[in-house]
């Protein structure tokens, strides 16, 4: 016997919800780890006597916490080594700065400092405002044309999904102090792309197996059957996708790092919301809204 979905459907909300209370408890008493692409920071542009790669001055850089800072090769036409290289880290004090730069000098030979600077946030708060608003809307348009496609209950599971994604992703990221950066805005909006698209196969699927439903049919047996019916394609996308993004994880660079697993953590949660979660809300949804109609339909003139 196959195992069934919904019937754990109250089980697999109260994990989400769990996890989910976590991370606003985590957000709201320690915050997000915020990159500089939000803080602003510092911005150090060196002229070394002999030509650097990357990864040589990223790895003087781990020593002091700066790993993940943005790094920039300038002065020459190869792109593995220059001689210019522009560093934009966080907010350094003179402190930090002296021994950084002291590092530099002893590990990778003199230089020239060019300029030394305070940079801005390159995303705002109006830029975070008209982003979240963005997303916002995204949601309402994927509401409208679900609806439009199946039923407006499947517009609304769906996206119920998509804010399990999102905050599951927010919450661990907080949780666990992971910077957010530019990049983890991206990942984001892939998530929202990637999650979106498995749950309407399934929903299409229901759509598909409830024309055919014969009278004594049940309709949690109904979704039950459809996502074991597209649960091999389920397993291909997810493993092909998850295969890329683990492979980017632990073979990428460290300013690909918290990209790569925002991805991990969104590409599980959107798998396990759309099994577990979106069909199921849909179901007792639509079960609901069956009772209703039957009382009506006997109540007494």
């Not at 090769?73 to 522009?86: Q, R, S, Y």
């Not at 498995?198 to 299409?204: L, N, S």
């Not at 397993?235 to 073979?251: K, P």
């Not at 759309?274 to 039957?294: I, M, Y």
Request: glycine share 6%; net charge positive.
């Amino acid at each position: 016997m196959k195992f069934s979905f919904v019937k754990y459907k109250y089980a697999s909300l109260a994990l989400s919800l769990i996890v989910i209370a976590a991370g606003l408890i985590s957000i709201a008493v320690q915050g997000f780890n915020l990159g500089i692409d939000f803080t602003g920071g510092t911005m150090l542009d060196l002229k070394f006597a002999k030509p650097v790669t990357v990864s040589e001055v990223r790895d003087v850089l781990q020593n002091y916490g700066l790993e993940n800072s943005t790094l920039q090769l300038a002065g020459t036409e190869k792109v593995d080594k220059a001689p210019n290289v522009i560093i934009r880290t966080r907010v350094l004090d003179e402190t930090e700065r002296k021994a950084v730069l002291q590092g530099l000098n002893d590990r990778l030979g003199k230089y020239e400092i060019m300029r030394i600077e305070k940079v801005g946030a390159t995303i705002g708060s109006e830029m975070t405002r008209e982003a979240l608003i963005a997303l916002l809307l995204s949601w309402v348009v994927i509401i409208a044309y679900v609806a439009f496609r199946f039923e407006y209950r499947f517009g609304v599971a769906g996206v119920l999904a998509l804010v399990h994604d999102v905050m599951i992703v927010v919450g661990l990221f907080s949780i666990f102090r992971k910077e957010i950066d530019a990049t983890f805005v991206a990942a984001m909006l892939t998530i929202v792309g990637y999650s979106i698209n498995d749950t309407i196969v399934i929903f299409d699927r229901i759509r598909e197996n409830m024309k055919f439903m014969k009278k004594g049919d049940s309709l949690p047996e109904l979704v039950d059957r459809s996502i074991w019916q597209t649960m091999t394609r389920s397993i291909y996308t997810s493993l092909t996708v998850m295969f890329c993004v683990v492979a980017m994880y632990f073979l990428g660079g460290e300013t690909t790092k918290n990209f790569a697993l925002a991805l991990i953590i969104g590409f599980i949660s959107g798998t396990y919301s759309t099994v577990f979660l979106a069909s199921p809300v849909w179901l007792v949804w639509k079960e609901r809204d069956e009772r209703k109609r039957l009382e009506h339909k006997v109540r007494p003139a």
